[in-house]
């Protein structure tokens, strides 16, 4: 048996529970609660002039109905800006039921509860809302023309105006050899995690408390949100996470108004009360993301190299910005992904518009980045007839020149550091992995069965694991079961196998023998949430040390028995032991019983604790001062800054020249996410990732009319990729480990999907000739666009050859 579990290919423990229906998500808790439901606004922008309940109140099994008037104190106010910023000048959110207007179709305007979810809906159909319709504000264009305002205190609809740069650009630019301008589109799309939102309250009026359920990203938050809306003291307020079907970013948004009007239902009725989101309701009242306009414009020699880059972005921030613009900046300062770009502005313009609140969606800004980046890189090698790699790899950076200060400022508030790398190595590693030489032979075989054949390729740079904290407890019991609990909230990731592997690493015992809680607020209250590829790196350096703590007591406590110094024990396969010395060990559950000095006998371990056993050095209290009972730690880790992971994704697609239809045949990815806990889980999460890129590429898109209706809310319509619209996956690692954590560990979540569209609008250009300019692109648009007179026509940049 072996205990040392850290980089080993651990199989997901938590899945053989999930695979077999063993899950408990939030639809399995209350089965005897009220049930919750909603009347959504119908419009995108509504004046609500009457609400008539009456016609509901003959329903039977009607409980309450629940408006903005009936809203007192905070929970009549607006909801949280969860992350202010000062750049964010017209900050603006919704209440948890419309107080007089509705800016986006879905937005909540009354609460039934009732017995249950069916005759709830059916009060709902009863209640009569009179709207006076306002004008409708959809899409970046019609915001920047501001025709109309989402609010009317909001001049020119715009929420924030974000600027970062280094050096006078105008100046680089006015100086570069060559110049480029040019405009291309992201349009939204959304996470669609297999579970929807939901929300179990369950209010204990004998002590004044609440436990909450919640399917959410941010346990602790959640928590802290409800006692300040409810004006409930934080320790009277509970808030737990059960399994999580998907998250992806949309349920790191909190409080969502349901997380507030729930457990108020609940503490007002005295009984639980539960509301489970339906997939209609997903579709028109939760985030969504993804849609900019980006207007560049690049400076660059004879040989490719950039002299200097601007880049404006109008981001659509649909009707509020309860998350700030956490998105836009992300696609600011990772926009310049693995280039030493010596002159650089970006400006971001953030905008409302009648259409769902947009926030952030796995990515969070940084695939709009890339694309920006990418498609730039790929219209300086056309307009130089240069290979579009060679381009890239004479714009890197070097791997002598980390760490790599921009000077600019991250979406943490600290400065934009890369801090280890060596994309050189990454993007060798990827083009042999693509065989990039060898493609030209591939695109003359596919010509020869009648279909077109296009590569592309895209490298990047993604900031990950920042801060402010997370924090851990171990606690190893007498049975010899090692518990380990963070705050932090698990969506699928396999955080139970990677933190129980760190945890048996450091503490030399078998991986079976560790149990990992995450996102309980009754196990461990102070945490941040899972967001930004972080949980590896803080809450695991946060689980390592906790364990530290733990080993160091441990061999404190059996030195004593063992009659040997600290330094000279080890642990291994559970058991405490003096370095070469067989036999002289104790097993580690022995230790944990011996930690907690006892009176009481009640079983045969506490007998080993009691005062007449004999253990204990009589010159010494039984606990020591300054120690404590049991043997266990708590501890948190803070990082100073992000760290910066990276990759490159290369992409190859098959385009059928009679219909259209773009198939991706092959795709290759170069990770490099630092020191890795478990190559398995990391290459899961790549395959996961590029799927959602493959979607955002080209089938996902949240398609709006220009009345702000959803055209496409139901899975009928908003196309998602099946695992036949997936590519196999062909994954090299790279591992250049962070200086800023003692693991050395870089975050791997969102990667796979930060490059996709980049690369794959890459190869379509490739295979077609044609420049692509928006994405997602579906096989109708690539016709229009091949069939139209006005399209450019670009070169095949990887022969230099005219297309």
């Not at 909450?212 to 346990?219: I, R």
């Not at 836009?328 to 259409?355: C, E, F, K, M, W």
């Not at 695991?540 to 009659?563: C, M, P, Q, S």
Request: with cysteine; net charge negative.
């Amino acid at each position: 048996m072996t205990t040392k579990y850290f980089g080993e290919p651990v199989r997901r423990r938590e899945d053989a529970r999930l695979v077999v229906g063993k899950g408990r998500y939030l639809d399995d808790i209350g089965a005897d609660a009220y049930a919750a439901a909603f009347v959504r606004s119908p419009h995108a922008h509504a004046r609500v002039v009457d609400i008539d309940v009456g016609p509901a109140l003959d329903v039977e099994g009607l409980l309450a109905v629940y408006t903005y008037e009936d809203l007192t104190g905070p929970m009549a106010e607006p909801l949280p800006v969860l992350i202010p910023h000062p750049q964010l000048t017209h900050a603006r959110t919704g209440y948890p039921l419309v107080r007089d207007v509705a800016r986006h179709v879905g937005e909540p305007i009354v609460m039934v509860v009732a017995t249950d979810r069916y005759v709830a809906e059916d009060a709902c159909d009863r209640i009569a809302i009179t709207y006076e319709e306002l004008p409708v504000v959809v899409g970046v264009d019609a915001a920047e023309a501001a025709r109309a305002l989402v609010h009317d205190d909001v001049p020119g609809n715009v929420a924030a105006r974000h600027h970062q740069e280094t050096g006078d650009v105008e100046a680089a630019l006015a100086a570069s050899a060559h110049t480029l301008s040019f405009t291309q589109y992201v349009e939204r799309s959304a996470s669609m995690p297999m579970e929807g939102k939901g929300v179990h309250a369950r209010w204990d009026d004998a002590d004044s408390s609440l436990r909450v359920y919640s399917s959410t990203q941010a346990s602790t938050s959640v928590r802290a949100a409800i006692a300040a809306k409810l004006e409930l003291s934080l320790e009277k307020v509970e808030v737990v996470a059960p399994d999580v079907g998907g998250g992806f970013g949309v349920k790191i948004v909190h409080p969502w108004p349901e997380e507030l009007l729930v457990p108020m239902a609940a503490r007002l009725l005295g009984h639980p009360v539960k509301w489970v989101e339906d997939r209609r309701e997903h579709f028109v009242s939760s985030a969504h993301e993804r849609q900019q306009r980006q207007e560049i414009t690049v400076g660059y020699d004879d040989d490719g190299r950039i002299t200097a880059l601007d880049v404006h972005v109008w981001h659509d921030n649909g009707a509020y910005t309860p998350y700030g613009i956490i998105v836009p900046i992300n696609t600011a300062t990772q926009l310049l992904g693995p280039y030493g770009i010596p002159v650089y502005r970006a400006r971001v313009d953030s905008v409302y518009t009648n259409t769902v609140v947009v926030t952030p969606y796995r990515g969070a800004g940084r695939p709009q980045g890339c694309f920006a980046m990418e498609r730039t890189m790929d219209r300086i090698a056309q307009e130089r007839g240069l290979d579009r790699a060679e381009v890239r790899l004479r714009n890197l950076i070097q791997p002598d020149q980390f760490p790599y200060d921009w000077g600019l400022t991250f979406q943490d508030g600290r400065p934009l550091v890369y801090d280890s790398g060596d994309y050189p190595a990454m993007m060798a590693k990827l083009l042999a992995l693509v065989d990039w030489a060898g493609f030209p032979a591939r695109r003359a075989e596919a010509e020869a069965r009648g279909r077109l054949l296009g590569i592309g390729v895209a490298p990047y740079v993604e900031g990950t694991g920042p801060g402010p904290y997370e924090g851990a407890h171990v606690q190893v019991l007498g049975s010899g079961k090692v518990l380990v609990s963070t705050g932090l909230t698990s969506q699928g990731q396999g955080h139970e196998t990677v933190f129980a592997q760190l945890v048996a690493s450091e503490l030399g015992v078998p991986m079976e023998d560790v149990e990992v809680t995450t996102g309980d607020t009754r196990r461990f209250g102070y945490a941040v949430g899972t967001f930004a590829s972080r949980a590896a790196v803080v809450s695991g350096n946060a689980v390592a040390l906790a364990a530290r703590g733990v080993k160091e007591k441990a061999l404190r406590i059996a030195a004593d028995v063992l009659e040997a110094s600290p330094e000279d024990l080890e642990i291994a396969d559970g058991l405490v032991g003096v370095r070469g010395t067989p036999g002289a060990t104790i097993p580690l559950r022995t230790v944990a019983v011996l930690s907690n000095p006892l009176r009481y006998a009640f079983d045969e371990a506490a007998r080993q604790a009691t005062q007449f056993a004999g253990t204990s050095d009589d010159s010494k209290p039984p606990v020591a001062p300054g120690d404590a009972p049991g043997l266990e730690h708590t501890d948190y880790y803070s990082p100073v800054r992000s760290t910066f992971a990276s990759g490159a994704h290369a992409a190859v697609v098959e385009i059928d020249p009679l219909t259209w239809e773009i198939e991706v045949v092959r795709y290759a990815v170069v990770h490099d996410c630092g020191t890795v806990v478990n190559p398995m889980i990391v290459e899961g999460q790549v395959h996961g990732g590029v799927a959602q890129g493959v979607g955002g590429a080209l089938y996902e898109r949240m398609a709006y009319d220009r009345d702000g209706q959803l055209l496409n809310a139901s899975f009928m319509d908003f196309l998602m990729p099946y695992a036949s619209e997936v590519p196999p996956v062909d994954i090299d690692h790279q591992s250049t480990p962070s200086p800023l954590n003692a693991l050395g560990i870089k975050g791997a979540g969102e990667a796979g999907v930060i490059p996709g569209s980049a690369a794959i609008a890459s190869a379509i250009e490739d295979a077609v000739g044609r420049r692509i300019a928006a994405m997602p692109i579906s096989p109708s648009e690539l016709y229009d666009l091949v069939r139209s007179p006005d399209t450019e026509r670009v070169t095949n940049s990887a022969t230099g050859v005219p297309a």
